[in-house]
């Protein structure tokens, strides 16, 4: 949970800053935090406490501000598109090796890029990005078996293959979907 909702603020810090410049300086600034010994950092701020919960180094997920960085300073070539999904990506693979899942790291990396490029896609209104990270993911692997700690990402990864595939402009848009997310859940596949 805590490490979508670091996902959803790095979104926000590029939804709502339109001046580009703007969105930089407070992605260097969860970059520096995270980057930190969670004892220095500043208090007042509901996602650093809960992130100060996380059970492994939260430097990994450093990356993921990278990740999001690119959609601020990059056209969407292939290469960037790539550095996008790695970048989100490895928070997935810090909480994979952070819940000792370590023989999980790529199959973790696999379907959490999956996942990732079916995001972006299905956020994407330029035609000619839509295609490129459509085309990106067409050539990704969807990554292997999960273990059950990773699970939430599994249910993500099925259900944006499954909106990519329909053309949905989100992840549950319908009881078929809905249904998907429990079968995954449960079944793990």
């Known amino acids: 949970m805590t490490l979508m909702l670091l996902d959803l603020r790095l979104a926000e810090t590029l939804r709502k800053h339109g001046e580009p410049l703007i969105a930089q300086i407070k992605l260097a600034w969860w970059r520096d935090r995270l980057g930190e010994n969670p004892s220095g950092w500043p208090k007042g701020e509901p996602l650093l406490e809960r992130l100060g919960n996380w059970p492994g180094s939260t430097s990994g997920l450093s990356a993921m501000v990278d990740g999001w960085e690119v959609l601020v300073s990059d056209d969407l070539t292939p290469p960037a ?3 996008y999904a790695d970048g989100r990506a490895a928070g997935w693979v810090t909480l994979a090796t952070a819940l000792a899942q370590d023989g999980f ?6 379907a959490a890029r999956n996942w990732v490029l079916g995001d972006l896609a299905m956020h994407l209104h330029d035609g000619e990005e839509r295609a490129a ?3 990106a993911v067409a050539t990704s692997s969807s990554g292997g078996t999960l273990p059950r700690a990773m699970r939430p990402l599994a249910i993500l ?16 848009p319908d009881a078929g979907a809905f249904g998907l997310a429990l079968r995954i859940g449960i079944a793990g596949r």
């Open 81 to 83: 598109i790539m550095a």
């Open 105 to 110: 790291v790529g199959n973790t990396t696999a």
């Open 133 to 135: 990270v459509q085309t």
């Open 157 to 172: 990864r099925g259900l944006s293959q499954r909106a990519l595939r329909r053309g949905d402009a989100e992840l549950l």
